[in-house]
């Protein structure tokens, strides 16, 4: 453990001496990215993604891509009161989001955590984060697609042994996007990246994933070789890094997708303390149409941590028992 931690310190060692000095004087009009020194935007960083915007359009919103910013200054009051009250429960942040669109005096959930403290949250005047299809809603699942998650609920209700639960439940990993669900699926996601001219790590914290994206030319791996997270070729579209992954493994399971999902990913710095993360999602398999989301997230300037998860976790032995007790009542 201390020659990762040791060869991780030195790597960033390395990146922060090859940065470029950042330019001074610029204006909101006039920012441009800091560059690294072969010319590139440099993406290195701690960010954040605590946006509060829902993955998919809530039906009260249905006509409505985006709020004022009235009403995203009411939001942001009534979240506030909500989560800093004493009595309200945690919240992922899409749950913050309802609960002040809402306007509940306080938020009820089945955590026995309370929110202060915990509940820190951004809204941006977005309603939801999927921006293609322009309805704000993912597309249809085939038929051979709810068949799949069929399946899956029945493992999860009658969790026969650990093959049945997933890869999340399963602390394995919490797969390749990160958008919804919780424990670093999407909210609170601390994630950290280290570049060169040659690489981009995206390291999350949560279940401490490290992708190590190639950056050129190098073709992907050969279609037999499947991996958890896919396998990942990135190159510079004018001030965007473009990421394209295949190879996913049959084991993997974001939203049900299939070992043929194909994603494209795009970071571009818009600011100071911003960075846009897009992600478009192909699966003909899975779904009727490809879609898009988009993820603001902030730089902090806070170190991550171990998230220390593994496949020896009790929840999944509590989990295995409560479901032996549940067989012997049926």
Known sequence: ??????????????????????AHGQTADSWEPPRTRDGRPDLQGVWLNNVATPLERLPELADRSHLTD?????LTARADRIFQNGRSAF???????RAALQNVETYIAWSTSSSIGMVDVTFSDRTSLVVDPPDGRIPALTPAARARAAAVDDGWEFKTGPEDLNSIHRCITTGVPRLGGNFGAGPYTYYQIVQSPTHLAFISEAFHDARIIPIGDQPHAPKEVRQWNGDSRG??????????T???????YYRG??????LVER??????????????LTDPQTWASSWTAEV????RDQPIYEFACHEGNYSIMGMLRTARLEDANR
């Open 257 to 262: 997708a299939t070992d043929g999902l194909h």
């Open 296 to 299: 603001p997230l902030q730089r």
């Open 1 to 22: 453990m201390q020659n990762r931690r040791f060869a991780a310190s030195l790597l960033v060692l390395v990146c922060a001496a090859w940065m470029a000095p950042p």
């Open 246 to 252: 295949t190879n996913f493994s049959a084991k993997s």
């Open 91 to 97: 919240a992922t942040p899409e749950s913050a989001f």
């Open 70 to 74: 009235e009403e995203v200054a009411t």
């Open 235 to 244: 190159r510079w579209e004018g001030d965007t890094l473009v990421v394209e």
């Open 267 to 280: 970071f571009t710095r818009t600011g100071p303390d911003t960075l846009a993360y897009r992600v478009t």
